[in-house]
């Protein structure tokens, strides 16, 4: 853009029109048409002086700013189709000149079209810098180029995927190599990462990658649930990136090809053979990397955190995050859900209600509607186990659960002991224990409805009278009143007074036989 000012002072000092143009950097003819142009309209400099830069051109040049009949392009359409995959400035141009030639309007040539996009895209270029707080924000990604292992008994090559975390304020790094991106080794590189550095950062800014945001949005992005949960342990947020933003996380960006060329690279001619020994030489790389002295201010990213960084994150819990997966299962209507073929039991109240399942590796936790309703240890071994706890159960189940010798005897205990011999006598007249249990329930049951003393009565006579008593003859003493009767006393008497010759009723001894003619 030509200075008209300044032509105009330099001009007002004396120096000639060649110097002018040498100092201005224009042709001779610009700076000998400006003073031509001033001399005809009577502008000197001190007048030139109070007006401004802007205003000078139309005033020595009107004939410049007289509007152009060309149509002049549409700058921010341009700007949104061009990031459409395929589309160019060249294809936009060519649109442009059918519109112009059927609204019979003057199109641009291609380099003025091109000139008026690139004046407008430079206005959207802009940048800001934000200043990060120590222990703010910690960036995480995945490092587009991978490492390598080979297997040693096939030879093949085993790609490697390298995991990046940068804090934002001092840029110290973290690095790890990973079989795959899964959710498993997602969770577990963060886990390493927060050790490594000592301590966790208020903010995590990952992408929007499928294991650590479900569902992206520019207002309200849906958090991988189990990555949520990593960050509720640890007591810091997600905050994702937006939708190809890569500016929202620069650092971990820039790291991500710096760490390529000095530590993916320099490790470019060594043969590893397990994931181990990899990420151990990944480590003694990263140490240097970290020590690396910064091009543009003192110190290096180790310095730096431990001068102002690692004493401001927050502390680590007392136990590293387990990784937990969630699933939804339907209660079932025996209230027992599968999980990995493994059976535990629910509330009953929840029959063919879907909950949620969070599983990790020592623990089964059943949720409903974000509330717990109940746990189980994680069952291992051979498939369709069963975890059952008794409070799930219906009372009806719970009763028949509760049967079993120690309990029926315990309660015949409790009547008298002529009822707990008759119990044990019908539970040992069986090859099976079980097959006795209903004939046991039936007897203490006789309790409820003739009560316990007359219970009690009637076992006793019923083991006077055979050995192996069953429920029928006790029921029958019962119904027939049996156990009420009172025994006779002269047949008592006559029992105990054994020396007595009279033993007996009707006795014919030698004189009734001895007859007399």
Partial sequence: MTEYQEILRLSHMGLSQRSIALSCQCSRNTVAEVLSRAKTKGLTWSMAEEIAEADLQPLLFPEKILSSSRKIPDCEYIHKELAKNGVSLSLLWSEYCEVCHLSNQIPLKYSQYCNYYRKFAATTKATMHIERKPGEQMEVDWAGQTAAIIDRDTGEVIPIYVFVAVLSNSQYSYVEGFLSQNLENWIAANNNAFTFFGGVTKIIVPDNLKTGVEEASWYSPVINKTYHEMAEHYGTAIVPARVRKPKDKPNVEGAV?????????????????????????????????????????????????????????????????????????????????????????????????????????????????????????????????????????????????????????????????????????????????????????????????????????????????????????????????????????????????????????????????????
Avoid at 435 to 446: E, H, R, W
Avoid at 447 to 456: C, N, P, Y
């Fill in 257 to 517: 090809g710096i760490i390529s060329t000095w530590v993916l690279a320099a490790l470019r001619n060594q043969t590893f053979f397990s994931l181990a020994e990899l990420n151990e030489s990944i480590s003694k790389k990263l140490y240097e990397f970290n020590n690396r002295p910064f091009q543009k201010k003192p110190g290096s990213r180790l310095s730096t955190f431990l001068a102002e960084e690692k004493y401001v994150l927050q502390p680590l819990p007392a136990s590293a995050y387990e990784l937990a997966t969630w699933k939804i299962a339907t209660v079932q209507y025996n209230y027992h859900i599968s999980v990995d073929n493994e059976n535990y039991s629910i509330p009953y109240e929840y029959i063919k209600h879907q909950v949620d399942v969070r599983i990790t590796k020592t623990i089964v936790e059943v949720f409903y509607h974000n509330h717990r309703i109940c746990s189980h240890p994680r069952l291992y071994g051979r498939p369709n186990q069963y975890s059952t706890i008794t409070d799930h159960m219906p009372d009806k189940h719970k009763q028949f659960t509760q049967w079993n010798a120690e309990r029926f005897l315990s309660w015949a205990q409790k009547v008298g002991p002529g009822t707990t011999t008759v119990i044990q006598t019908i539970l040992a007249s069986h090859h099976i224990e079980q097959q006795g249990y209903k004939a046991c329930m039936a007897v203490l049951k006789l309790a409820d409805k003739f009560s316990l003393v007359r219970l009690e009565a009637a076992c006793t006579r019923a083991l006077s009278y055979t050995p192996n008593p069953s429920y029928k003859n006790i029921n029958s003493i019962l119904k027939l009143g049996r156990d009420t009767l009172v025994a006779d006393p002269q047949a008592t008497d006559i029992k105990q007074n054994e020396g007595s010759q009279n033993h007996y009723g009707f006795t014919r001894g030698a004189e009734y036989y001895r007859r007399q003619p």
